[in-house]
């Protein structure tokens, strides 16, 4: 059933313009000759361009209105037919913007960083096909057609994680990154089964209407939630998100920002009815989890891009705390407004690797220029730069008057409630986002004042320079993204136009939560301040809690022991029982036939010519020659009178 009769042809018209433009530049720079490989770093961004302004047509025209729905069949098996089909409400079409906007951004982003890349042409072509696998999981209607999107997702992801790869770091991440993912979607095939067995349909709609055991329930969403582990990077399968920052930074951003591992969280959305309290349990103690470890990993470490990465999964881990504590629309405003600081973050962060790189060419310099400690007073050389990077991260802190003091108040609120309406160990949930929030401020101020306060140090000598204007105009405009107007006018109250609309919003808002989280990040803000400069060297922060470690050590190993185990004896004892089986057929083959040539076929053939010899001499005694008559007479009377004498 669609609702094609409720919207206009234009809106239908800019809904498939929306999806099928990223795969247009995903074929087209393929087709571009190796030539002509520079026009992809116009095509692609023209043409992600159009379809953010054709997702910018979609949500105006979507925006409070009746959801549209839109569906043909698939494919039949036996007597069950699939369908797969299109549904747009308030939430995924401002997440189809937010996605194309993002990646519109990105791509001109990457116009200045990848300039003289010699794989121009696949960077471009799977950024496409990457935005274009995220916004199918954004419209999609049914539980198996996200499913084939979220593999696909995953697939560019392991190509773009892995771009540079005559690099044996990117390899090795795009690989960890794509097997990591398995794992949790493993578990998603597995409820996406669960769900058909006793639901008997995929469709999101259909499943919210159905009576639903809560038995099976609580098994098929923890199992959905395994994909979202894996994706969102929450724990423990989060160990493949520092890693991937081998790739090039705008991948990182994309990433990051609006792509990927909030995949999980707008699915986690999307699906939140299936989840019982039992489930949603769970979700909140992983969230939490997550949360705490990727924040005070993030304190100790001295690469900007896995600073940043282990913030993006302490934030993930916030949204999904969010949506176990049932504030689905709270963690969806934390997404979207995540999103912009997130990607301006990394972008600035790849402004600045940019510019390093520049300057040591040119000055025939060499040291790692991701190592914040090799780093200081950039303020001065990049003015620009600075300010996007201290915009975007007081929007990660959660300062009020930026985009990320609203959206953490909207899950502080939440958390709130549920801790006075819940169990007592709800406000073990609530004070660990609390100190999240708080360290937040803490490894954000660390970030911003190392780089560029202070006393220069390696880059001193070097004559840096800000990146071009088509790397400045993206970072400005999520900066300008970042502050608080685009989605409340009241900077002290996330009730604004979007929380309101993307959920069944709850009035979880209290003016003493918003008061209190003020002054608490204030505070924060304090500390890390008054503890400027000192350093903070743990080895158990630095390696994510040894966490990869452990898995490496405990299960990666094991395993590769264990298939080695498996191959020798599958190469010594299993091939070789089938070799010498396989010999020994030979043996027994060659033996039967030379028994069926020699025995069976010589007794045949001499029984026949035994047969065709007694014929021919019997055929002789009736040859019509009197002269052999004669002989054979005399020839039998000799005989007889010889037998007859012995």
Same mark, same amino acid.
């Given at each position: 059933?669609?609702?094609?009769?409720?919207?206009?042809?234009?809106?239908?018209?800019?809904?498939?313009?929306?999806?099928?433009?990223?795969?247009?530049?995903?074929?087209?720079?393929?087709?571009?000759?190796?030539?002509?490989?520079?026009?992809?770093?116009?095509?692609?961004?023209? *043409?992600?361009?159009?379809?953010?302004?054709?997702?910018?047509?979609?949500?105006?025209?979507?925006?409070?209105?009746?959801?549209?729905?839109?569906?043909?069949?698939?494919?039949?098996?036996?007597?069950?037919?699939?369908?797969?089909?299109?549904?747009?409400?308030?939430?995924?079409?401002?997440?189809?913007?937010?996605?194309?906007?993002?990646?519109?951004?990105?791509?001109?982003?990457?116009?200045?960083?990848?300039?003289?890349?010699?794989?121009?042409?696949?960077?471009?072509?799977?950024?496409?096909?990457?935005?274009?696998?995220?916004?199918?999981?954004?419209?999609?209607?049914?539980?198996?057609?996200?499913?084939?999107?979220? =593999?696909?997702?995953?697939?560019?992801?392991?190509?773009?994680?892995?771009?540079?790869?005559?690099?044996?770091?990117?390899?090795?991440?795009?690989?960890?990154?794509?097997?990591?993912?398995?794992?949790?979607?493993?578990?998603?095939?597995?409820?996406?089964?669960?769900?058909?067995?006793?639901?008997?349909?995929?469709?999101?709609?259909?499943?919210?209407?159905?009576?639903?055991?809560?038995?099976?329930?609580?098994?098929? @969403?923890?199992?959905?939630?395994?994909?979202?582990?894996?994706?969102?990077?929450?724990?423990?399968?989060?160990?493949?998100?520092?890693?991937?920052?081998?790739?090039?930074?705008?991948?990182?951003?994309?990433?990051?920002?609006?792509?990927?591992?909030?995949?999980?969280?707008?699915?986690?959305?999307?699906?939140?009815?299936?989840?019982?309290?039992?489930?949603?349990?769970?979700?909140?103690?992983?969230?939490?989890?997550?949360?705490?470890?990727?924040?005070?990993?993030?304190?100790?470490?001295?690469?900007?891009?896995?600073?940043?990465?282990?913030?993006?999964? @302490?934030?993930?881990?916030?949204?999904?705390?969010?949506?176990?504590?049932?504030?689905? =629309?709270?963690?969806?405003?934390?997404?979207?407004?995540?999103?912009?600081?997130?990607?301006?973050?990394?972008?600035?962060?790849?402004?600045?690797?940019?510019?390093?790189?520049?300057?040591?060419?040119? $000055?025939?310099?060499?040291?790692?220029?991701?190592?914040?400690? *090799?780093?200081?007073?950039?303020?001065?050389?990049?003015?620009?730069?600075?300010?996007?990077?201290?915009?975007?991260?007081?929007?990660?802190?959660?300062?009020?008057?930026?985009?990320?003091?609203? @959206?953490?108040?909207?899950?502080?609120?939440?958390?709130?409630?549920?801790?006075?309406?819940?169990?007592?160990?709800?406000?073990?949930?609530?004070?660990?986002?609390?100190?999240?929030?708080?360290?937040?401020?803490?490894?954000?101020?660390?970030?911003?004042?190392?780089?560029?306060?202070? =006393?220069?140090?390696?880059?001193? @000598?070097?004559?840096?320079?800000?990146?071009?204007?088509?790397?400045?105009?993206?970072?400005?405009?999520?900066?300008?993204?970042?502050?608080?107007?685009?989605?409340?006018?009241?900077?002290?109250?996330?009730?604004?136009?979007?929380?309101?609309?993307?959920?069944?919003?709850?009035?979880?808002?209290?003016?003493?939560? $918003?008061?209190?989280?003020?002054?608490?990040?204030?505070?924060?803000?304090?500390?890390?301040?008054?503890?400027?400069?000192?350093?903070?060297?743990?080895?158990?922060?630095?390696?994510?809690?040894?966490?990869?470690?452990?898995?490496?050590?405990?299960?990666?190993?094991?395993?590769?022991?264990?298939?080695?185990?498996?191959?020798?004896?599958?190469?010594?004892?299993?091939?070789?029982?089938?070799?010498?089986?396989?010999?020994?057929?030979?043996?027994?083959?060659?033996?039967?036939?030379?028994?069926?040539?020699?025995?069976?076929?010589?007794?045949?053939?001499?029984?026949?010519?035994?047969?065709?010899?007694?014929?021919?001499?019997?055929?002789?005694?009736?040859?019509?020659?009197?002269?052999?008559?004669?002989?054979?007479?005399?020839?039998?009377?000799?005989?007889?009178?010889?037998?007859?004498?012995?």
């Amino acid at each position: 059933m669609d609702t094609l009769q409720a919207h206009s042809s234009f809106f239908v018209i800019c809904l498939g313009g929306a999806l099928a433009l990223p795969l247009l530049s995903f074929l087209l720079c393929f087709y571009v000759s190796e030539k002509y490989s520079w026009a992809t770093s116009v095509l692609a961004p023209f *043409l992600m361009m159009a379809s953010t302004v054709c997702a910018a047509v979609v949500l105006y025209q979507a925006w409070n209105h009746p959801a549209f729905t839109w569906q043909r069949v698939w494919f039949s098996i036996a007597d069950h037919t699939f369908t797969a089909g299109i549904h747009v409400n308030n939430a995924s079409a401002l997440m189809l913007f937010v996605v194309t906007g993002v990646s519109f951004l990105v791509h001109v982003y990457s116009i200045g960083y990848m300039a003289g890349d010699t794989a121009l042409r696949r960077y471009f072509a799977m950024l496409g096909f990457f935005t274009f696998s995220m916004l199918g999981i954004v419209v999609s209607d049914n539980l198996l057609l996200i499913f084939v999107f979220w =593999e696909l997702v995953g697939f560019s992801s392991y190509m773009l994680i892995g771009h540079w790869n005559e690099s044996p770091a990117a390899a090795e991440a795009s690989k960890r990154a794509f097997i990591i993912n398995r794992v949790g979607d493993a578990g998603f095939l597995i409820g996406l089964m669960l769900v058909w067995t006793h639901g008997h349909t995929f469709n999101i709609e259909a499943l919210r209407a159905l009576p639903l055991d809560p038995a099976w329930m609580t098994a098929a @969403s923890l199992c959905i939630f395994c994909g979202v582990v894996g994706k969102s990077a929450q724990f423990p399968l989060f160990t493949w998100l520092p890693d991937a920052m081998e790739g090039p930074t705008p991948v990182s951003a994309l990433i990051h920002a609006a792509t990927m591992v909030t995949a999980g969280v707008f699915l986690l959305g999307r699906a939140h009815f299936l989840f019982t309290p039992a489930a949603l349990n769970v979700v909140a103690i992983t969230g939490a989890i997550t949360a705490l470890l990727g924040a005070f990993a993030a304190l100790s470490q001295h690469d900007i891009k896995k600073v940043l990465a282990y913030s993006t999964m @302490s934030q993930l881990g916030l949204m999904v705390a969010a949506m176990g504590a049932g504030a689905p =629309e709270a963690a969806l405003l934390h997404l979207f407004t995540h999103a912009f600081f997130k990607a301006c973050l990394f972008l600035s962060a790849g402004s600045i690797i940019h510019a390093l790189h520049q300057a040591q060419h040119q $000055s025939h310099v060499n040291f790692d220029v991701q190592d914040i400690r *090799l780093l200081g007073g950039l303020r001065k050389k990049l003015p620009f730069t600075f300010i996007m990077f201290v915009v975007s991260g007081s929007a990660l802190a959660g300062l009020p008057l930026f985009s990320g003091f609203l @959206s953490k108040d909207a899950i502080l609120a939440a958390l709130v409630h549920w801790s006075n309406t819940g169990d007592a160990w709800h406000w073990v949930v609530l004070l660990v986002v609390a100190l999240v929030s708080f360290v937040t401020v803490l490894y954000t101020f660390r970030l911003v004042w190392t780089i560029f306060n202070g =006393e220069e140090k390696s880059t001193a @000598s070097l004559v840096v320079s800000e990146p071009p204007v088509v790397m400045r105009a993206p970072m400005a405009v999520l900066a300008l993204a970042s502050v608080w107007i685009w989605f409340s006018w009241n900077p002290f109250s996330f009730s604004g136009w979007i929380y309101n609309h993307i959920g069944a919003a709850k009035d979880f808002h209290g003016g003493f939560v $918003s008061m209190a989280s003020a002054a608490w990040v204030l505070l924060a803000l304090a500390v890390a301040y008054a503890s400027r400069g000192r350093k903070l060297d743990s080895r158990l922060l630095a390696q994510g809690f040894y966490v990869d470690l452990f898995s490496r050590k405990a299960i990666e190993q094991p395993t590769l022991q264990l298939a080695d185990l498996t191959h020798r004896a599958d190469k010594k004892w299993i091939d070789g029982f089938l070799h010498a089986t396989a010999y020994a057929q030979v043996i027994v083959a060659n033996l039967t036939g030379w028994f069926d040539r020699a025995i069976v076929d010589g007794f045949v053939d001499g029984a026949a010519g035994l047969a065709k010899s007694i014929g021919s001499f019997t055929r002789s005694f009736q040859g019509g020659k009197i002269q052999l008559y004669i002989f054979w007479a005399a020839f039998a009377i000799i005989i007889f009178i010889i037998w007859t004498l012995l």
